[in-house]
């Protein structure tokens, strides 16, 4: 049997590096899952490839509107939402503040935290009608310290911390808990690939030579704490940060000869 057998699990950004990653560990978890993405190639591919517990469903996470139908659809389907994942996220292309463009601002905190609110909103009720679940928005190590030159990336993800901790507080008596996760530099076209209007990637911004444990993280590392996270074994844990960074956030690490 699978951790998550007979649970319906719902992962926004879910055809990503990192989304993809999530919704195939679920499933193989024994999870109905629930790839919520704008690309609808990728979304029913995936979908596709998963079989009958694998559900693509279209979702504008800055629309309202598109967060009730893409819920309502997985309830037909599946039943009541278990887990939710808010994954979905965008970065800015790297520029001052004095620089970046309003439109920039608004579409970033747009996505990254109206869409993690919205979410929580519209996945709420549904959580409730099956007896409580949980609830995980993907952050970043920017919402824990600053980034210079991605002003709008870090505060969506500051934001995001305290709409969790919010949350938690709002739905623990539902038997919802309501956790974040810091992934640092993850290896996936969000890392390695420009952003939009952008030249270069955020992996040209960093070298994971001085972290503590040397390398860029793979998506795996952030899908098997968020597995953890999300089963039963975690289930005192609510409000809660967990940072998953190689040791990003520590400084960097003093080179010595092994003894």
Request: charged share 20%; aromatic share 6%; proline share 5%.
């Amino acid at each position: 049997m699978g951790r998550f057998d007979h649970r319906t699990v719902f992962v926004t950004g879910g055809t990503g590096g990192q989304g993809a990653s999530h919704i195939r560990a679920y499933h193989a978890e024994g999870a109905d899952v629930v790839i919520a993405d704008i690309a609808e190639d990728r979304g029913r591919a995936l979908a596709a490839e998963l079989g009958d517990r694998a559900l693509y469903v279209r979702l504008d996470v800055t629309d309202e509107s598109s967060w009730n139908a893409a819920v309502q659809a997985a309830e037909e389907h599946f039943g009541p939402l278990s887990v939710l994942v808010n994954n979905a996220g965008v970065q800015n292309p790297a520029a001052p503040i004095e620089t970046t463009d309003r439109r920039v601002w608004d579409r970033v905190l747009g996505i990254n935290l109206t869409g993690v609110f919205l979410g929580i909103k519209a996945a709420a009720p549904s959580l409730r009608r099956n007896g409580g679940g949980v609830v995980v928005n993907i952050a970043s190590t920017s919402g824990v310290g600053g980034t210079a030159m991605y002003a709008p990336y870090v505060a969506s993800k500051w934001a995001v911390r305290g709409l969790t901790k919010t949350a938690a507080l709002e739905l623990g008596r539902d038997h919802i808990r309501v956790n974040a996760i810091h992934p640092g530099v993850i290896a996936t076209p969000f890392i390695t690939e420009p952003a939009a209007d952008s030249d270069a990637p955020i992996a040209d911004f960093y070298s994971a030579e001085p972290f503590a444990i040397p390398r860029l993280g793979e998506p795996s590392d952030i899908t098997r704490a968020l597995l953890f996270l999300t089963s039963d074994d975690a289930s005192f844990a609510t409000g809660s940060e967990f940072v998953i960074d190689g040791g990003l956030l520590l400084g960097p690490a003093l080179k010595h000869e092994t003894v």
